[in-house]
């Protein structure tokens, strides 16, 4: 079995890395294609943008990346309304170019159906295709929400690929709303509320039957 590096916290130093497996999960996603059509420019437009969210996650909440610096997960804690990134319209121009308004219409969009409660958001869960990815992702996932339930407020996520939701329905999420972008792709709402909220599990006892009784009843199992 392949062995998951252990995950690290990420420090300021390391939001260039972050940044760029951001870019790299995305570079050949169908987002990223919408957002960024040309092929030649999607990688450098990404990075820059995913650079503006996550240096905001490192001062709003936090990021992880695997020790191999193979993946990282970049959280958002929104306790409350937070701001927007420092000079974010300025910078979002400086970084989008021609391709602004797709990048304005998508935080449009999914601003709109975030929750409004309070929450601990998975901006972005960054594991660039490669051998063993499902497993990176999930033992990624796994490690940071460790960290989520002892903050004792639920969690949210958005996935855009049937693969994606099911990992994270895998790890206790439960698929809200379902909404499309302005290209036609699905993005499937996630939530999931800290371990020690979620019900106990139930015991399904329809194969259990009970024997004879001889001054207490005996459980037989078939």
């Not at 300021?12 to 294609?33: E, K, Y």
């Not at 240096?55 to 409350?80: C, Q």
Request: aromatic share 6%.
């Amino acid at each position: 079995m392949r062995r998951i590096p252990p995950t690290v916290r990420a420090r300021w130093c390391d939001r260039g890395q972050v940044s760029s497996l951001v870019a790299d999960s995305l570079h050949n996603a169908a987002i990223g294609a919408w957002l960024v059509p040309e092929h030649d420019q999607r990688r450098d437009v990404l990075t820059a943008v995913a650079h503006i969210w996550v240096e905001h996650a490192l001062l709003f909440g936090e990021a992880y990346l695997l020790a191999d610096r193979s993946a990282a997960a970049v959280w958002l804690h929104r306790y409350r309304p937070i701001p927007p990134p420092t000079s974010y319209r300025q910078r979002l121009a400086a970084a989008c170019g021609d391709h602004l308004d797709r990048f304005r219409c998508l935080d449009r969009i999914l601003k709109v159906h975030r929750p409004a409660e309070a929450h601990n958001h998975l901006a972005f869960l960054a594991v660039p295709p490669a051998a063993g990815c499902v497993t990176r992702t999930s033992g990624l996932l796994a490690s940071c929400l460790v960290r989520m339930d002892r903050l004792a407020l639920p969690s949210y996520a958005e996935a855009m690929t049937a693969a994606e939701t099911a990992i994270y329905v895998r790890h206790g999420y439960n698929a809200r709303e379902l909404f499309l972008l302005p290209d036609g792709t699905p993005v499937h709402q996630l939530s999931r509320r800290p371990a020690a909220q979620r019900p106990a599990p139930t015991v399904n006892t329809s194969h259990i039957r009970t024997g004879p009784v001889w001054g207490r009843t005996r459980v037989t199992a078939l």
